[in-house]
T-cell receptor
Framework: DTGVSQNPRHKITKRGQNVTFRCDPI?????LYWYRQTLGQGPEFLTY????????KSRLLSDRFSAERPKGSFSTLEIQRTEQGDSAMYLC??????????FGNGTRLTVT | AQKITQTQPGMFVQEKEAVTLDCTYD???????LFWYKQPSSGEMIFLIY??????QNATEGRYSLNFQKARKSANLVISASQLGDSAMYFC?????????????FGQGTRLTINP
């Protein structure tokens, strides 16, 4: 169990640029989640995959956000035309079915 | 809609003392799960303990126990014999339903500081 790995740890970008984050879940986990955490708040659910299928998306996930999990392994989260309001910590988590979520260290995005 | 309330923004405790972190929840669902996570400064959310709404016994995991009072809709975390390494943010979270996606709703957290 090597844990959930997220890259990069930090990303600074200018408003209007596109960014992509990667998450490598625990290898035997079939479910993968993306959450977003803004300063001083708890994480908020964004989206969820079971294997390669994206089964649910939050209303928080605007059209500028897209997530994929090809082949049911790693996942990417892309934000197009970033806005300052996108600045947050993006957390990935994985689980085997209903077991408690294992989170990664997150990617901190700063949009200037 | 489900909601988690953590009323203690910060707690300061002497090492080796026990500490209780408060959590109240609101849901209209009969089936739900309650979680506590620890978030050190590194950013990772670490799972501590889980209580299902139908579990009759309070959950315990080592030094952590969950004081589940269903009628009062509270799920307080008790840490016994606190250690310096317990200093972190602590989040209470809930999921509605016991199957399917774990769309957790988190509270705003409590920052716990353990003093030597």
């Amino acid at each position: 169990d090597t844990g959930v790995s997220q890259n990069p740890r930090h990303k600074i970008t200018k408003r209007g640029q596109n960014v992509t984050f990667r998450c490598d879940p625990i290898s035997e986990h079939n479910r993968l989640y993306w959450y977003r955490q803004t300063l001083g708040q708890g994480p908020e659910f964004l989206t969820y995959f079971q294997n390669e299928a994206q089964l649910e998306k939050s209303r928080l996930l605007s059209d500028r956000f897209s997530a994929e999990r090809p082949k049911g392994s790693f996942s990417t989260l892309e934000i197009q035309r970033t806005e300052q309001g996108d600045s947050a910590m993006y957390l990935c988590a994985s689980s085997w079915h209903n077991s408690p979520l294992h989170f990664g260290n997150g990617t901190r995005l700063t949009v200037t | 809609a489900q909601k988690i309330t953590q009323t203690q923004p910060g707690m300061f405790v002497q090492e080796k003392e026990a500490v209780t972190l408060d959590c109240t929840y609101d849901t209209s669902d009969q089936s739900y799960g309650l979680f506590w996570y620890k978030q050190p400064s590194s950013g990772e959310m670490i799972f501590l303990i889980y209580q299902g709404s139908y579990d009759e016994q309070n959950a315990t995991e080592g030094r952590y126990s969950l004081n589940f009072q269903k009628a009062r809709k509270s799920a307080n975390l008790v840490i016994s014999a606190s250690q310096l390494g317990d200093s972190a943010m602590y989040f209470c979270a809930m999921r509605e339903g016991l199957e399917g996606a774990q769309k957790l709703v988190f509270g705003q957290g409590t920052r716990l500081t353990i003093n030597p």
